[in-house]
């Protein structure tokens, strides 16, 4: 007989061990997934965290945005370009409260831009006529009283009066000037008499904007010359 015994076979796992080894492996898959699951929740729940914070942060820029009051205009920073407004001149001469009715009666001649004025002035009555070089140009006229208020003269036309006689032999159609009451302060300078507008801070009377004597001939006061 030989001495040479043959190899061992290969022992078999039971059928037991064969059993328990896929339920480990399904054990170690199931810890596996919930952890994975765990981690995607995670993430899942930081990523609506972060939205809501943005939603409410956007909320509350545009809360604070409507709270502030909406510029109509850019806002300058150089003062040094913004135009400054020129302050009208209101007054031409030194005023004189104590204005003589005395002093103002009589005939007086002038020119108001284009036009050669005439006004006569007596016992409260007045009478202006403004001419056009133009000889067959309507001339403008108003007649009426008049009232001095310290150094205002307060003219009222009459339109019940008649119409001013067109000199001998010519004929001459008239406008009336104005309907309105018209104020201007008069000063006297020698045998001058000057007139301006009243400004419009004066209160005793109601000033026009622009004196319907000067119209729109570019005339802030007037001289008057005497003719008689």
């Given at each position: 007989?030989?001495?040479?015994?043959?190899?061992?076979?290969?022992?078999?796992?039971?059928?037991?061990?064969?059993?328990?080894?896929?339920?480990?492996?399904?054990?170690?898959?199931?810890?596996?997934?919930?952890?994975?699951?765990?981690?995607?929740?995670?993430?899942?729940?930081l990523?609506?965290?972060?939205?809501?914070i943005?939603?409410?942060?956007?909320?509350?820029?545009?809360?604070?945005a409507?709270?502030?009051?909406?510029?109509?205009?850019?806002?300058?920073?150089?003062?040094?370009?913004?135009?400054?407004?020129?302050p009208?001149?209101?007054?031409?001469?030194?005023?004189?409260?104590?204005?003589?009715?005395?002093?103002?009666?009589?005939?007086?001649?002038?020119?108001?831009g284009?036009?050669?004025?005439a006004?006569?002035?007596?016992?409260?009555?007045y009478?202006?006529?403004l001419?056009?070089?133009?000889?067959?140009?309507?001339r403008?006229?108003?007649?009426?009283?008049?009232?001095?208020?310290?150094?205002?003269?307060?003219?009222?036309?009459?339109?019940?009066?008649?119409?001013?006689?067109?000199?001998?032999?010519?004929?001459?159609?008239?406008?009336?000037?104005?309907?309105?009451?018209?104020p201007?302060?008069?000063?006297?300078?020698?045998?001058?008499?000057?007139?301006?507008?009243?400004?419009q801070s004066?209160?005793?009377?109601?000033?026009?904007?622009?004196?319907?004597?000067?119209?729109d001939?570019?005339?802030?006061?007037?001289?008057?010359?005497?003719?008689?």
């Amino acid at each position: 007989m030989s001495d040479i015994s043959p190899p061992p076979k290969p022992s078999r796992p039971s059928a037991a061990r064969q059993a328990k080894a896929p339920r480990n492996a399904i054990l170690a898959l199931s810890h596996e997934s919930r952890f994975i699951g765990y981690v995607v929740l995670g993430f899942g729940l930081l990523a609506v965290v972060a939205l809501i914070i943005i939603l409410l942060s956007g909320s509350n820029e545009r809360q604070d945005a409507a709270r502030q009051p909406q510029r109509l205009v850019p806002e300058m920073t150089d003062t040094q370009t913004m135009p400054r407004p020129v302050p009208k001149k209101e007054l031409y001469f030194k005023r004189n409260p104590d204005l003589d009715a005395g002093d103002i009666t009589g005939g007086w001649q002038t020119n108001i831009g284009k036009y050669t004025a005439a006004i006569q002035m007596e016992k409260g009555v007045y009478q202006v006529i403004l001419a056009q070089p133009d000889p067959y140009a309507p001339r403008l006229y108003s007649s009426g009283t008049y009232k001095i208020l310290e150094d205002i003269i307060l003219l009222t036309p009459r339109l019940d009066w008649p119409t001013p006689a067109a000199p001998k032999g010519k004929k001459i159609g008239y406008q009336v000037l104005t309907s309105a009451p018209f104020p201007l302060i008069a000063v006297m300078e020698g045998k001058k008499m000057i007139w301006q507008n009243p400004p419009q801070s004066e209160k005793r009377v109601l000033v026009p904007y622009k004196s319907p004597l000067f119209m729109d001939e570019g005339v802030d006061y007037v001289v008057w010359q005497r003719v008689n």
